[in-house]
């Protein structure tokens, strides 16, 4: 599929209310994603290193990484204040090319979140958008389904649930 095709496809898909909402909650997963393992390699540690230290298992930091998870905002600030990182958050416009929506270019790569995406998911853009973890999670959360898989606080510790 063509570049364009693809954006003129995401835009169309968007159009549906349910599904922008589950593409923005995968949206911010990604960032979160991208930004966790970014800091965890600047640090040279290894996911089990930083499990350890960050007391959950090293599939929980895998799940983070690839944008399986949805942990709480105060879990990532915790997990990133590691790593001696912290967040900035803004608002941006959803698609490219319209005022009320775009996709952000991230000016230190040149890529957008969805891009980050589908290389932490090993994948090109077009098919994080059509395989089942990603339009397929978009779609059944549009329908209100829900991620029982998030980190679970127990005493000190996070196990995954």
Request: no cysteine; proline share 4%.
């Amino acid at each position: 599929m063509p570049v364009e095709s693809f954006w003129e496809d995401l835009e169309k898909r968007l159009q549906n209310p349910g599904f922008r909402r589950a593409y923005g909650a995968e949206d911010v997963k990604s960032s979160i994603a991208f930004l966790l393992r970014e800091a965890r390699t600047e640090k040279g540690l290894s996911q089990k290193e930083f499990a350890e230290r960050a007391q959950v298992s090293q599939a929980y930091i895998a799940k983070l990484e690839r944008g399986d998870a949805n942990p709480t905002i105060g879990h990532m600030g915790e997990l990133l204040a590691l790593l001696w990182r912290g967040v900035d958050l803004e608002s941006r416009p959803l698609l490219r090319g319209q005022e009320t929506g775009g996709i952000r270019m991230r000016p230190e790569t040149g890529t957008s979140a969805l891009e980050d995406a589908a290389r932490t998911r090993r994948m090109d853009p077009q098919s994080a958008t059509t395989s089942a973890g990603f339009v397929g999670g978009l779609e059944e959360s549009s329908r209100g389904t829900s991620d029982t898989s998030a980190p679970t606080r127990k005493g000190e510790e996070y196990a995954v649930a």
